[in-house]
């Protein structure tokens, strides 16, 4: 779900799936003649080894936003460890994989992380966020 809604001290991971939205938009008008379909899985938190396996660039521990990044990152690391099983997202790639059209994007995940998506998009930006940014205690 980075790739649909920015996450605070973590610009980069962002930026890089916002990248591969953009890509695989672009490559499935490019291939879709040929009858190839693209599909995105958009995961939100799965219970993996990616939190144990978190590295930071450029981490100053006397920064101006070192407060705020050790609060958000540990809430996300809390949120990433009781996320969805791997079996869930696992599932959905496999249903993308044997569809004979696949949905373009698919979420996956908990409800509380997927309703973002809509929400990003219904609510005023301001609004949504206050919302975002303070449920990652920023």
């Given amino acids: ?4 809604i920015a996450l605070p001290f973590q610009a980069f991971y ?10 695989a938009e672009a490559l499935a008008y490019e291939i879709e003649p040929f009858g190839i379909h693209v599909a995105l899985v958009e995961p939100g ?4 080894d990616f939190t144990a ?4 660039i450029g981490e100053d521990p ?4 070192t407060e705020a990044a ?3 990152i540990t809430l996300m690391e809390k949120d990433e460890m009781h996320g969805a099983p791997p079996e869930t997202a696992a599932a959905v790639i496999q249903r993308s994989l044997e569809a004979r059209r696949p949905r373009r994007r698919v979420s996956v995940g908990k409800i509380g992380e997927r309703v973002g998506i809509p929400a990003k998009r219904l609510l005023p930006h301001r609004v949504f966020e206050k919302a975002a ?6």
């Fill in 45 to 48: 938190n799965i219970r993996t």
């Fill in 53 to 56: 396996s978190r590295h930071t």
């Fill in 70 to 72: 050790a609060k958000a």
């Fill in 1 to 4: 779900i980075g790739g649909l």
């Fill in 133 to 138: 940014g303070s449920s990652l205690g920023v």
């Fill in 62 to 65: 006397t920064g101006a936003y």
């Fill in 14 to 23: 962002s930026a890089s799936k916002y990248a591969l939205e953009g890509y």
